[in-house]
């Protein structure tokens, strides 16, 4: 069914859908729509779910991790300070291979305080062993919201998940949406079905500690559960196509990308700019492209160099900087590149922190210095010579 | 059925652990688990017990048990609580024990928050009075004058310089369904307490005093004779909060020494005079103040 819906509550529309058992909340904006929403279909009927009203985003994700480990289904979400606040447990639930889904409406950290979008809080935590997908727009935001189960859940995964929304530009901003059908959904995703859990009939010791001779071990089979959600990350979209008719394009998107000289790489809502600029470019015989890159962990380094390998320059635009360094995406799109043998420049365009707008013009300047090569290795859209110097 | 040494469950839940010899956190969870039995689900957090029984592969607990963050013993028991329940588990009880800092400080949050929600868990505060596992540094449960690693006795400061915070009428004061305070020298009335709480709907507190002899600087053998001096001498008291009013179980005619209490542990022996003086003020105070509005 075709609804108007905003990308928090597309994605409480797919959280309905995915039907967990429990959902532990505690508000933050620009996260808060999806927990009201949620409440609201637990009051109404239409979610069968405890809705647990904890007293911190550290207690949010604990209880997850407490129903997680009882063998059911749990959700979270947060943004921003509430993510950083519940840090310790992030850790916590991928070592103790907790499949829990988590929304985070990226969002601004303080100082200064600000609630309008960037992504630096979620690239912070890019170590802590959870999946990190990127939506687009209000209907991927849905979708992921199902797929992420499947992929999280999986036997040979068994890893959070966490799906990254931009605050404000994808969270609160309507679009039309085709919400699937309960029938639907529950063809696409299994029940949750686990060994790793507590159990009445065969009682485990779990979350335990492991000196020097084991820890390793398990953070090494923490590391390789991550590379194995690449092949359920297609089996899964494969199956949702089956079923929804919708086809996703895994950990990137390219757009153009095939014969492109010039490749802008982003994530999350500002792609569709790049992409009809990268189109209104290809007209002036500009052989521009786009890649966007759905999934940060695991990192798509084979498939992303191999996508971009025609390209003569590339840009690196994020809403991210890790300060005395450069933007994390753009470390980490270089690694990739440097370990396909690429030698295209690669330049980093740092923008929209703290919610600041990036223009139709901006990119269109990105296009333009790296087709002429006078950009800096790390460039700050909108911040003049002398805030730069 | 009342608990006692006769009728307590002769299967053990909590052993091959490396607990110090004379451990009284460790002697709580044994105990505790006996009278919930085989279907209790222990939750955790950092602490002397997670340190001593949950080290892979050599794991201590017979029933099912987990680590939480040490911060979220209360947030994690509502997550266990709310899944078995949602996969039809009917016959369990799902219980925390944390120790004093886990409880009074990095814990009390968490703790408030299902108070205030009403979870249908048991948490179990075992207080020795300091963080112990990390080598004897105060906590917001170090009494006045203690000697630790971070309050040290000096010629300037003579140990701890704040009282014990009450978490047992911090606890109440969420109009509780059921708390209670205990010590593992008068272990008939402690598990008695748990097998109360075992039946009570809601959520359910228990401070009990466990003695730790490393940190207390007592011989190991003192344990037990320690956490019932503690009642003796009316430092510590055994009470019930429940249908919204408080009432002391124990109420002792003629209190014993504070002084010999006090001078018998490493951690109090530098204490002069006047410190006692304010210790003994501050105990008769309290007990004023009970015996004038407890049942």
Known sequence: MEKFLSGDEAFAEGIRLACPDVISAYPITPQTIVVEKLSEMVEDGSLDAEFIHVESEHSALSCAMGASAAGVRAFTATSSQGLLYMAECLYYASGGRFPIVMMNANRSTALPWNIYGDQRDSLSQLDSGWIQAYAENAQESLDLALMSYYIAEHKTVSTPFMVNLDGFILTHTYEQVDVPTPEQAGKFLPPYETENKLDPENPKNMAFSAGPDTNYIFKYKEHAAMFRAIPVIEEAERRFAEIFGRQYSGLIDAYLTEDADYILITLGSIAGLCREIAGQLRENGVKAGVLRIRYMRPFPAEALAKAVSSAKALAVLEKDISFGNEGTVFTNVNSALHGAGMTAPAYNFIGGLGGRNISHQDIIRIFETIQSGTAKRVNFIGIGEEENS | MSVSAKTLDQNEYFYGHKACAGCGGS????????????????????????????????????????????????????????????????????????????????????????????????????????????????????????????????????????????????????????????????????????????????????????????????????????????????????????????????????????????????????????????????RDKKWEFIRKNWN
């Open chain 2, 27 to 282: 002697l709580a969870v044994r105990n505790v688990l006996k009278v919930l039995g085989k279907n209790a689900v222990a939750v955790l957090p950092a602490g002397c017990m997670s340190a001593v029984g949950f080290n892979f592969p050599q794991l201590c607990f017979a029933n099912n048990a987990i680590i939480s963050t040490f911060a979220g013993t209360a947030s994690m028991l509502t997550g266990i609580e709310a899944g078995f329940r949602r996969r039809g588990i009917k016959d369990f009880t799902a219980v925390g024990f944390a120790g004093d800092g886990g409880t009074a400080d990095i814990g009390i949050q968490a703790l408030s928050g299902a108070i205030d929600r009403n979870d249908n868990i048991i948490y179990i505060c075992y207080d020795n009075e300091a963080y112990m596992n990390t080598g004897i540094q105060k906590s917001g449960l170090t009494p006045f004058g203690a000697k630790t690693t971070t309050t040290p006795a000096g010629q300037n400061i003579h140990g701890n310089i704040r009282p014990k915070k009450n978490m047992f009428e911090i606890v109440a004061a969420h109009d509780i369904p059921y708390a209670a305070t205990a010590t593992v020298g008068y272990m008939n009335d402690f598990l008695n307490k748990v097998e109360k709480a075992s039946k009570i709907q809601g959520t359910k507190y228990i401070h009990v005093i466990a003695p730790c002899p490393t940190g207390w600087g007592i011989p190991v053998s003192d344990t037990v004779d320690a956490a019932r001096e503690i009642v003796d001498c009316g430092l510590w008291y055994l009470a019930e909060y429940e249908n919204h009013e408080f009432k002391i179980n124990r109420d002792p005619k003629t209190f014993t020494s504070v002084e010999d209490y006090l001078r018998k542990q490493a951690r109090f022996r530098h204490l002069s005079e006047q410190d006692i003086k304010i210790i003994t003020d501050s």
